[in-house]
C-alpha cells in the first residue's frame, strides 16, 4: 500500500515523536473483477469514474466520466 504526502503530513507519520503511536487513516479501494491495481484512501479522496484521469477506472458502459468521488469522513 502506498502513502501519499499529504496522508502522511495529516496522520502524523511522518514525525518522528509520531511514527510508532499513530495508526494510519487510509483504505485501499480495488475493483473486483478488473484487472487493476488497488488505490490508496486517505487525506485525499479519489475519483471513480470511465475516464483514464481518474484514480479507478471503471470499464462499464454506464458509468460516467467522473462517477463518483471516495473521502473518509471523520
Known amino acids: 500500500m502506498a502513502f ?7 496522520t502524523g507519520l511522518a514525525t ?11 483504505y485501499s479501494v480495488q475493483v473486483l473483477g478488473q484487472d487493476a ?20 477506472v471503471l470499464t462499464d458502459a454506464q458509468v460516467s466520466r467522473r462517477h463518483a468521488e471516495l473521502a473518509i469522513a471523520p
Open 4 to 10: 501519499d504526502r499529504r496522508t502522511l503530513i495529516q
Open 16 to 26: 518522528p515523536s509520531t511514527r510508532g503511536r499513530t495508526a494510519a487513516r487510509t
Open 37 to 56: 491495481p488497488a488505490v490508496a484512501l486517505g487525506a485525499r479522496p479519489i475519483i471513480v469514474g470511465a475516464h483514464a484521469t481518474c484514480e479507478v
